[in-house]
């Protein structure tokens, strides 16, 4: 069983920088592909970023094009999201999320998720 906890969230300004961290138990098969969701109370959970085994392939929904940024450290089973120009609707409970190589992106296994809040 795949274990995934996410660190990083809490309360910024708008306009601000973020970065979140989502430590696996193990890099293997099951977590070749890694990526971050969100969800607001009441809405449908969204994908946000992906990224492959080796970093060489990443992927963005479009409004997070140019402002985040998702990158991987295998050395560390740890893959990251750098949120900057930070908008009060990045406000979510951010999830990490990670699958094999055929799951994109991957939504095998998930992390409890923390808490993004951009304040006005």
């Known amino acids: 069983q795949v274990h995934l906890v996410e660190f990083g969230g809490g309360l910024v300004q708008a306009g601000g920088s973020l970065r979140l961290s989502c430590t696996a138990s193990?890099?293997?098969?099951?977590?070749?592909?890694m990526a971050w969701f969100r969800q607001v109370a009441g809405k449908k959970r969204q994908f946000v970023a992906v990224?492959?085994?080796?970093?060489?392939?990443?992927g963005y929904v479009e409004s997070v094009k140019d402002r985040f940024t998702i990158s991987r450290d295998n050395t560390k089973n740890t893959v990251y999201l750098q949120m900057s120009s930070l908008t009060p609707e990045d406000t979510a409970v951010y999830y990490c999320?990670?699958?094999?190589?055929?799951?994109?992106?991957?939504?095998?296994?998930w992390g409890q998720g923390t808490q993004v809040t951009v304040s006005s």
């Open positions: 193990e890099i293997t098969y099951h977590t070749a592909n």
């Open positions: 999320a990670a699958g094999p190589v055929d799951n994109w992106p991957p939504a095998q296994y």
């Open positions: 990224i492959n085994w080796n970093g060489g392939s990443t």
